[in-house]
C-alpha cells in the first residue's frame, strides 16, 4: 500500500510561486511514476504534470507548460510541483498520484494511477 501526503497549498496572488510537496512512503520510491492532477470546483479532475521513475522525462499540460515544473527526490521520496506566474484559472486542489504500472510512456489518464493523496488547496487571487 502506498501513501501520498501533498503539503504547500495555500492562498497566492496572481504572478506568484508555490512549491507542492508529495511524500511517498509504503514502496520503493523507483518504482513509482508520479503525477499531480487538479481539480476545480465543478469541472473534471484533470492532469498537470507527471515524471517517469527515474526523473529523466516529464510530461506537462499544454495549459501549464513554461511556467511549472516536475521534479523528484529519491533520497525525500518526495515529489514536487514549482508552480510560477500562477494564474487564477490554476485555483484548485492539486492531487499527487503514482503508478506502479511499467509502461513505455507517461500518462495522463486519473483512472491508470494506482495511488492518490488526500489533496491541497491552491487558490490564486487575481
Known amino acids: 500500500q502506498v501513501q501520498l501526503v501533498e503539503s504547500g497549498g495555500r492562498l497566492v496572488q496572481a504572478g506568484g510561486s508555490l512549491r507542492l510537496s508529495c511524500a511517498a512512503s509504503?514502496?520503493?520510491?523507483?518504482?513509482?511514476?508520479m503525477g499531480w492532477f487538479r481539480q476545480a470546483p465543478g469541472k473534471e479532475r484533470e492532469f498537470v504534470a507527471a515524471?517517469?521513475?527515474?526523473?529523466?522525462?516529464?510530461d506537462y499540460a499544454d495549459s501549464v507548460k513554461g511556467r511549472f515544473t516536475i521534479s523528484r527526490d529519491k533520497t525525500m521520496n518526495t515529489v514536487y510541483l514549482q508552480m510560477n506566474s500562477l494564474k487564477p484559472e490554476d485555483t484548485a486542489v492539486y492531487y499527487c498520484?503514482?503508478?506502479?504500472?511499467?509502461?513505455?510512456?507517461?500518462?495522463?489518464?486519473?483512472?491508470?494511477?494506482?495511488?492518490w493523496g488526500q489533496g491541497t488547496q491552491v487558490t490564486v487571487s487575481s
Open positions: 515524471i517517469t521513475r527515474s526523473g529523466a522525462l516529464s
Open positions: 509504503g514502496s520503493p520510491f523507483s518504482l513509482l511514476t
Open positions: 498520484a503514482a503508478d506502479l504500472t511499467v509502461r513505455e510512456v507517461l500518462v495522463r489518464t486519473p483512472r491508470l494511477y494506482d495511488y
